[in-house]
């Protein structure tokens, strides 16, 4: 297959993974479904992964971390309610995918600058930021999203407070820097992890209007271990 081929092929299969989801009732928001239409998956994986790109699962990347499957990707940023305009935190920047598909929703393409949101993305492992950065400069998306070496787990102070904060590396507990960081109104998501089994849960928290917390457990997942201040047996 030539290269033009196997974009065109590529393409096909996006729109078909974005068919799939929105009939699975995971993509609901006109957003987000422009996030997944237009982002495309296949330059933030291995360059051998290209063609499984559109496969509903985590893939492979560097230093022994995944890339989310699209359907967490879609499930997290619905959760969110994320829309144009809002100021999103990611902890665990890896690929870049995740961060690049909140962008998208939080500052489309094709709107006016000025109303842009924008994402910042806080990654600890340094050749990960590198390799994040060089995905989305290809993409175009770093004009949107400031990658941040550090741990996630504190937060980014300086840009607090956050419309909205996703996590996608699993702690023992809600590092409580997250919860001071989101505005009141806002929302989290974040697997954590059970403390008899080992399960993981996906929990959305609210910081209502007042500056009262709720908590949410939404279902189980997957995902890699949270490092720094909050691992397990430092928190
Ligand atoms: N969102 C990513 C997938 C993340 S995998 C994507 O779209 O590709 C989880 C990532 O969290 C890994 O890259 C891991 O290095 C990072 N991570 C783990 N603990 C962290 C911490 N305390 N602060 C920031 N990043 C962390």
Redesign the pocket.
């Known amino acids: 297959m030539s290269a033009p081929e196997i974009r065109k092929k590529l393409e096909v299969m996006r729109e078909r993974l974005v068919r799939d989801l929105i009939d699975q009732g995971i993509l609901k928001s006109e957003h987000v479904i422009r996030a997944f239409r237009r982002v495309p998956r296949e330059e933030?994986v291995m360059p051998m992964m290209r063609l499984y790109a559109y496969y509903d699962t985590p893939l492979q990347?560097m230093?022994d971390?995944?890339?989310?499957a699209p359907h967490m990707?879609a499930m997290m940023c619905e959760l969110l309610e994320l829309k144009p305009g809002m100021k999103v935190l990611?902890?665990?920047?890896?690929?870049?995918?995740?961060?690049a598909l909140c962008a998208e929703a939080v500052a489309p393409s094709d709107a006016p600058k000025e109303s842009w949101g924008k994402v910042i993305s806080?990654?600890?492992?340094p050749e990960?930021v590198r390799y994040?950065i060089e995905n989305l400069t290809r993409t175009g998306y770093i004009d949107r999203v400031e990658v941040v070496y550090?741990?996630?787990?504190e937060g980014y102070p300086p840009e607090a407070p956050y419309d909205a904060i996703l996590v996608?590396?699993a702690a023992p507990r809600i590092p409580p820097p997250l919860i001071e960081q989101l505005r009141p109104g806002g929302k989290l998501v974040i697997p954590v992890r059970g403390r008899f089994f080992g399960e993981q849960i996906l929990y959305l928290v609210e910081k209502l209007p007042d500056g009262r917390v709720k908590k949410t457990p939404v279902t189980y997942v997957a995902?890699?271990?949270?490092?720094?201040?909050?691992?397990e047996g430092t928190a």
């Open positions: 933030f990347t230093h971390q995944t890339i989310s990707c990611e902890v665990g920047t890896g690929s870049g995918y995740h961060a806080i990654e600890i492992v990960l994040a550090g741990d996630g787990g996608t590396a995902f890699v271990e949270m490092r720094g201040k909050y691992a």
